[in-house]
């Protein structure tokens, strides 16, 4: 329970200082950024599905999950900006310009995934396989109800 409050916190306070910071990067630095850490957070979903797959490593899947913890709270949020649901020169995007006229159903899938994340990191923590299969299904369901809606496949 106290790292989910931590991390809700971290999360909340993430968001005031990204917004101010952000506000200076072009929009095609913006879709660099968040693809980024996009990359990173399936680098990491990577590492425990081999985890949960093969030899489980308790502490391989907690650093795995408390990294995904923290981009999810990091307030990537802010990384959608006015010119970043379309492509810019040679950086493309994914995101569907639905993502950005719908902002209470986004705001509703991004907790959904935080709650996830979080969940997942506190989990992995208990070291319990089982477990985290179910924590880390749970965060895959909220990673793709938001794919399916606003990330275009190609």
Known sequence: MKRTVASTTFGILAVAFASAAFADLKPEEQIEYRQAGYSF????????????????????????????????????????????DQNIGEVKTRVKPELFQNGEDVGQLAREFMDAADNLAEIAAEGEKSEVQAAFADLGSACKACHKKYRADN
């Open 41 to 84: 957070m399936s680098w990491n979903m990577g590492k425990i599905k081999a985890n949960l797959e093969g030899d489980f490593s308790s502490d391989q899947v907690s650093k795995a999950a408390n990294a995904i913890a923290a981009i999810a709270n990091s307030g990537m949020g802010a990384l959608y900006g006015p010119g970043t």
